[in-house]
C-alpha cells in the first residue's frame, strides 16, 4: 500500500484511522482526524507527562540544596558576630533630658538604627525604662497609654507591661526588646539593647 | 520490577529536617545564639551530600 510507506513510523493512530476509514466508516467533517485529545495524542511513552520516582528524588536533592545554601548566609552572619566584636558594640544616644520629660511621659526615639524605632518612658522619679517598640506580633508601633499605664500596640490590641516589656494580654507572646539606659549630667542616654533570653 | 521507595522516603525524612535545621538556624540568630546558629548552619549543609548519596545509591541500585 502506498500510502502505508508515505506514514512515518510511529504513527499508528493516524495508519488505524486510515484503515478505518478506507473500511466504509464514514463519517462527518467536523472532527479532528484522531480520537484522542488534541494535547497529547503525539505522546507515547507512557507516564512520559509525570513527575516519575526518580524525577521526585530529583527534586529532593535540589530543596536539600537549596536548603543547605539558605542557612550560609546566616552562619556566616553569626561567625562574624563571634569572631570580630565579641560584644556588639553600641552607639551612645543621647535621648532626652530630664527636665523635659514629666514622670508619666515618653518619647520615642530611634536605636541603634535609624529605622529601629524605640520609646523611653519616665515611670517615677527616677524609674526609666526604654523599649525597640516594634511590636512582637507583627512589628506595629506600641505606644505608652499613661491613663492605662501599660503599653498598647493598636493592631490587635497588644499590652505590654512597661516595667518589664512582658506582654500581657492579645496576640504577642515574647517581650519587646529592652534598651539599656544611662543617666548622665541630667540627660538619658541609650547604651544598649539587652540580649534576648529565650 | 519492584520498585523501592525507600530512597524517596529517606529524601523526604532529609528535608524535613532540613526545614527544621533552617527554622532553628534563623531563630537561634535572632536570640544571639551564635554557635547554636553555625551548628545548624553547618547541619543544614552536610544533609545535601547526604541526600545525594541517597539519590545516586538508589540510582545505582536498579
Ligand atoms: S502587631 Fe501588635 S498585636 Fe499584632
Given at each position: 500500500m502506498p500510502q502505508e510507506k508515505e506514514l512515518g513510523q510511529g504513527q499508528g493512530h493516524q495508519r488505524e484511522h486510515l484503515q478505518e476509514h478506507q473500511q466504509g466508516h464514514k463519517r462527518d467533517n467536523?472532527?479532528?482526524?484522531?480520537?484522542?485529545d488534541n494535547y497529547t495524542?503525539?505522546?507515547?511513552?507512557?507516564?512520559?507527562r509525570k513527575l516519575d520516582r526518580r524525577g521526585f528524588m530529583k527534586t529532593l536533592v535540589g530543596a536539600a540544596g537549596v536548603f543547605a545554601v539558605s542557612t550560609l548566609p546566616w552562619g556566616t552572619l553569626a561567625a562574624r558576630e563571634l569572631t570580630g566584636l565579641k560584644k556588639k558594640a553600641y552607639p551612645k544616644l543621647k535621648i532626652a533630658d530630664i527636665r523635659s520629660l514629666q514622670v508619666g511621659d515618653a518619647v520615642e526615639f530611634a536605636y541603634p538604627g535609624e529605622h529601629d524605632s524605640a520609646l523611653l518612658i519616665r515611670l517615677g522619679d527616677n524609674e526609666y525604662k526604654a523599649y525597640q517598640n516594634a511590636c512582637t506580633h507583627l512589628k506595629c508601633p506600641v505606644f505608652w497609654s499613661k491613663e492605662q499605664d501599660e503599653m498598647v500596640c493598636p493592631c490587635h490590641h497588644g499590652i505590654f507591661?512597661?516595667?518589664?516589656?512582658?506582654?500581657?494580654?492579645?496576640?504577642?507572646k515574647r517581650p519587646l526588646p529592652e534598651v539599656l539606659l544611662k543617666q548622665e549630667s541630667g540627660a538619658i542616654y541609650a547604651i544598649g539593647v539587652k540580649r534576648y533570653e529565650a | 520490577m519492584k520498585r523501592s521507595y525507600l530512597g524517596v522516603l529517606l529524601l523526604c525524612v532529609v528535608l524535613f529536617l532540613n526545614i527544621i535545621c533552617t527554622q532553628k538556624a534563623v531563630n537561634a540568630y535572632y536570640f544571639e545564639h551564635y554557635r547554636t546558629v553555625i551548628f545548624y548552619a553547618v547541619c543544614n549543609a552536610m544533609l545535601f551530600p547526604i541526600a545525594l548519596w541517597i539519590y545516586q545509591r538508589e540510582r545505582d541500585v536498579q
Open positions: 467536523n472532527h479532528s482526524p484522531f480520537q484522542e495524542h503525539n505522546i507515547r511513552k507512557n507516564d512520559e507591661d512597661a516595667r518589664t516589656g512582658i506582654p500581657t494580654a492579645g496576640p504577642p | -
